[in-house]
């Protein structure tokens, strides 16, 4: 199974594209995560991602991403959190080192799907 990240961009208007993405396609979601990172200035940022199962034909599973551009506090949270939990669901925390310290996007989505398969949130690779 390949599963990858499909970055939207970094929270501002695109979170209500990945809303929509979640409740268009309520039977495939698997997660909901905040992904809290310490920029290079000091503060925290948050990334906000949704796991899907993968289509029913295919061997692709995809993790669609807003990174790194959303305050500790901010509507946008508020927006997410209330999605997911109207699934059923309750977003998943977890602190990460911000991307700016990989030396490519590439290594730092690596780094986080091998981060979620270990805390068994996304299946093992086959």
């Known amino acids: 199974m390949i599963q990858r990240f ?9 979170i209500y594209e ?6 268009s396609n309520q039977q495939r979601f698997m997660h909901g995560f905040v ?9 925290e940022v948050l990334s906000i ?3 899907f199962k993968p289509a029913s034909e ?4 995809p993790i669609y991403l807003c990174r790194e551009g959303i305050p500790m506090d901010s ?3 508020a927006v997410f959190e209330q ?6 669901h309750k977003p998943i925390k977890m602190e990460v080192k911000h991307s700016s310290v990989y030396a490519d996007k590439k290594f730092y989505h690596n780094h986080l799907i ?13």
């Open 58 to 61: 295919g061997n692709f599973m």
């Open 6 to 14: 499909i970055e939207l961009g970094e929270g501002y208007g695109d």
């Open 35 to 43: 992904f809290i990172a310490t920029n290079p200035q000091g503060q």
């Open 114 to 126: 091998s981060v979620l398969r270990l805390n068994h949130y996304i299946p093992p690779m086959q």
């Open 49 to 51: 991602a949704a796991a």
């Open 83 to 88: 999605t997911v939990s109207s699934l059923g």
């Open 18 to 23: 990945l809303r929509e993405l979640i409740t």
């Open 75 to 77: 509507k946008r949270l």
